[in-house]
């Protein structure tokens, strides 16, 4: 059974940077397109960022251009999200995903909840902006 763990989170003030961790098992990361989302309270959930397997571009909400990175180390089945120069808004639950459609592609649609387009969700890591 595919299994994704989401690591890293904390209380950060407005400025501050975090890294988070999307550590894959029993699958092989390779082959696999990741997706990072978040939800904040009374939010519905949106991606983020999300990786191809052959994307040499890949995804970033407009939210986060310019201040977030994503990267992937196959060989540790990682793959990470920096967050930089963070603000209040940037408060949710933040998950990592794998896409439905096609495994190895993200899936950018906006047609279904993101629910319905990733799966094998982790438990999610929460990360709160403030002073």
């Known amino acids: 059974q595919i299994h994704l763990a989401e690591s890293g989170g904390g209380l950060v003030q407005p400025g501050g940077s975090l890294r988070l961790s999307c550590v894959a098992s029993?699958?092989?990361?390779?082959?696999?397109?990741i997706g990072w989302f978040r939800q904040a309270p009374g939010k519905e959930r949106e991606m983020v960022s999300c990786?191809?397997?052959?994307?040499?571009?890949?995804y970033y909400a407009d939210s986060v251009k310019g201040r977030f990175t994503i990267s992937r180390d196959n060989v540790q089945s990682t793959v990470y999200l920096q967050m930089n120069s963070l603000e209040p808004e940037d408060t949710a639950v933040y998950y990592c995903?794998?896409?439905?459609?096609?495994?190895?592609?993200?899936?950018?649609?906006?047609?279904?909840?993101?629910?319905?387009?990733?799966?094998?969700w982790g438990q999610g890591t929460q990360v709160t902006v403030s002073s």
């Open positions: 995903a794998i896409p439905v459609l096609n495994p190895e592609q993200c899936d950018t649609s906006t047609d279904k909840p993101a629910q319905y387009r990733y799966d094998y």
């Open positions: 029993r699958f092989t990361l390779d082959y696999h397109a």
């Open positions: 990786s191809s397997v052959r994307d040499g571009s890949p």
